[in-house]
């Protein structure tokens, strides 16, 4: 059951780094900005700020299988229509699709591993989970690239689609349900949140969506930086792609040191200075492979970041606080690439990755606040 929870959340970070992998085909053929590239990669992560809070009221209605199969279905054929889109308005409906179906998907799987872990090694079975979203990504970098160039731009997009399409073969034929779960009943009340709990999720939020995008950024537009400086689009794609592949071993290791360090929050304070550093290093120039690296070594402790809402929700708020933790995460997912492409419009290809560094350091005042507020709150 793992298995395929790491199948299906790979394959939606696989098919989120499609449309940045063939970023500069995309722009030579349909003609695109960097604007329109970047509002076409965030575009993926848009419904999330819609259907992050009713998603977890359809798993409850109708099951968690048939969650993840219509999120897979999304995925798919929203993949077909940015493959078969000859313009970026209709790439751009493909994309949404696949979004909405994304966001069905990731928010359905975390509740997948916790019923069948419970009582097991939760913590292990979700660092696996987590650690599959960087393991698509770091597949996308490094083959879609070099399908784009030997084929098409669209023959890479379908390739990212198979990955969904077979995700939902095997969920269809393989998942079943850990036993009976438990099913609330249909008058139950789901709205169920104090107002300090809302202010401290949202601060979590805020710090969880700031890191993230700036991750997004680095691989995202790192690669194109690297492009406009004479890389291939193969090799660029191979040099940024360092930073998600060790962070697939990376990040799952960080959670497990913070789970047995006291002095936590500097950890997780090194966790987002180190990477914001290494944006910066790449914009300026010099051996991106290295920087890479390091990114991918720095970024282990953010783990902690994720944590949050846990410390600051009770049991019966939980489901009302994550809705609203990942409402949150998806909306500025969603914004960030599109700033950055009116960035490099504007500026240069560099200006992305500055953003990235400043939105890394943007995560540290949301932390600061949220510890204050936390402190004050429990001593009250």
Not at 45 to 55: E, N, V
Not at 188 to 198: H, K, L, M, P, Y
């Amino acid at each position: 059951m793992l298995a395929l929870v790491v199948i299906a959340r790979t394959a939606v970070g696989f098919q989120f780094q499609s449309v940045a992998a063939v970023g500069p085909f995309l722009v030579a053929d349909l003609g695109l900005t960097y604007a329109a590239l970047g509002t076409l990669i965030g575009l993926y992560q848009l419904p999330g700020a819609a259907l992050a809070l009713p998603g977890g009221l359809l798993g409850t209605r109708f099951g968690d299988r048939a969650v993840v199969l219509l999120g897979l279905g999304f995925m798919t054929a929203g993949g077909v229509g940015v493959a078969m889109g000859d313009s970026w308005l209709v790439a751009a409906g493909g994309r949404v699709v696949s979004g909405a179906g994304a966001v069905l998907v990731n928010m359905q799987l975390a509740k997948i591993v916790t019923d069948w872990f419970a009582e097991r090694e939760l913590a292990t079975a979700l660092g696996f989970m987590l650690s599959s979203w960087p393991l698509g990504i770091w597949l996308g970098l490094a083959a879609l690239g070099a399908v784009a160039r030997a084929r098409s731009w669209q023959a890479a997009i379908l390739v990212s689609t198979l990955a969904a399409a077979l995700a939902f073969l095997l969920m269809l034929l393989g998942y079943r349900d850990p036993g009976a779960p438990d099913r609330a009943p249909a008058a139950r009340r789901w709205w169920v949140i104090t107002g300090r709990e809302t202010g401290l999720v949202m601060l979590a939020g805020v710090a969880w969506a700031s890191l993230n995008a700036g991750f997004i950024l680095y691989l995202s537009f790192g690669p194109t930086l690297l492009v406009e400086r004479g890389a291939t689009p193969g090799g660029a794609n191979l040099a940024v792609g360092w930073a998600s592949l060790l962070s697939i071993v990376t990040v799952p290791l960080g959670g497990a040191l913070l789970d047995r360090v006291r002095r936590r929050d500097v950890v997780i304070t090194l966790g987002l200075v180190g990477p914001a550093v290494a944006c910066g290093a790449l914009a300026l120039g010099g051996p991106a492979t290295l920087w890479s690296v390091l990114l991918g070594l720095l970024i282990a402790p953010v783990a902690g970041v994720v944590a949050l809402p846990g410390e600051a929700l009770s049991p019966p708020s939980r489901n009302t606080g994550f809705g609203l933790f990942y409402t949150v995460f998806y909306a500025g997912m969603a914004l960030t690439p599109a700033v950055a492409g009116y960035l490099v419009d504007a500026r240069g290809e560099p200006a992305a990755l500055w953003l990235a560094t400043g939105l890394w350091l943007a995560a540290l005042p949301a932390l600061g606040i949220f510890r204050a507020l936390q402190r004050r709150w429990s001593m009250a």
